[in-house]
């Protein structure tokens, strides 16, 4: 299949996400084998906000999932805290012209992302906030421009669950080497979890390393298994 160059990052020559599962992908490994609706509906109940830590916002595809499958839940009064990072944050124009092929499943998620983006100035390293409000609740975007190390050792909370999203393996190895998912597991509370869409061998070691006990999950599309952590 010939993969759009708009699809491609010139850094590490690899597609921000797949062309046709992108969503159903990031559903399927990121929220279904976390069990995120049950976990969230336990945040609402005791009132505490549920913090996600993401590797990799790329063109924000994650997050546009994240508020297409919360919508679907009927769940209301959510807070979520979502915090990710970008070290080559795209233009907001890029963002749109990237996602607008899933503009007929998922538009008004689309135009909402964009719209907090345009908020952030990406052009000043660190973190920025920005507060999307939809009608099941709150997600307050919690964005670093920078590398991923200090974005992880900057936080202030640990996280619930951590979405793995970087390129892969071979393309940008700093996303996951092992430092970096040591101090991601310090920052996973007891319990939490993580996942991802490789099952890499140096990847799996330095997540047992970090405190991580793995599972194989079902994948998606033509990915038949992929990786899920708890943290113990």
């Not at 990052?9 to 990031?26: I, K, M, S």
């Not at 915090?83 to 689309?110: A, Q, T, W």
């Not at 920025?128 to 409000?133: L, P, T």
């Not at 071979?170 to 991601?184: G, Q, T």
Request: proline residues 3%; contains cysteine.
């Amino acid at each position: 299949m010939l993969i759009p160059s708009k699809l491609v990052n010139e850094q590490f020559d690899d597609r921000y996400f797949d062309v046709v599962d992108a969503l159903n992908e990031a559903q399927q490994i990121y929220f279904r084998n976390n069990n995120l609706i049950e976990r969230i509906t336990m945040g609402i109940e005791s009132r505490t906000p549920f913090i996600i830590g993401e590797t990799g916002f790329g063109a924000g595809r994650v997050v546009v999932a994240l508020m297409e499958f919360i919508k679907k839940s009927g769940l209301k009064n959510i807070s979520i805290e979502y915090n990710s990072v970008e070290l080559y944050p795209l233009s907001p124009e890029r963002m749109l012209d990237i996602l607008n092929g899933f503009k007929d499943r998922v538009g008004e998620e689309i135009d909402t992302l964009v719209e907090t983006y345009r908020s952030i100035d990406i052009t000043v390293a660190g973190w920025h906030s920005a507060k999307i409000q939809k009608s099941f609740g709150t997600i307050e975007l919690n964005l670093w421009i920078g590398e991923a190390l200090e974005m992880v050792e900057s936080l202030e909370k640990s996280c619930d669950v951590w979405f793995l999203d970087g390129h892969s393996p071979k393309k940008n190895p700093s996303i996951w080497r092992p430092e970096l998912l040591m101090a991601i597991g310090e920052k996973t509370k007891q319990g939490g979890t993580c996942s991802t869409f490789t099952v890499a061998s140096d990847v799996k070691s330095a997540l047992i390393e970090a405190g991580f006990i793995l599972n194989k999950y079902p994948g998606c599309g033509g990915k038949k298994h992929v990786l899920q952590g708890v943290k113990y």
